[in-house]
């Protein structure tokens, strides 16, 4: 039961870093470029492969923004999902 209940504190904790992270991109954008729609964006593993770098614009944007957050347990390139973390990021973008 132990690991099941490691494995799910595992996935909470990057699930709230990443929605800190997604949180911190707009506020971020709102700064530096004003308001608009997430037009692109992408994420890279860390070479230490514990963190997760984003790379994002925004239409009509003047500065690409960045944020990051940790993984809670570290991954490896080959099990690291770069389409699905920036598809997350562009969901329900409507601003």
Known sequence: MTTLEDKLLA???????FLRAKSDLRLENLIKNGRGTLQDCVT?????C???AIYANWHNDAATVYSRFELAT???EEAFDSHMW???LMEGDAT
């Open 86 to 88: 920036a598809g997350r």
């Open 11 to 17: 996935a909470l904790t990057t699930e709230a870093n």
């Open 50 to 52: 514990k963190s997760v």
């Open 74 to 76: 570290p991954s490896t």
């Open 44 to 48: 890279f593993l860390s070479d230490d």
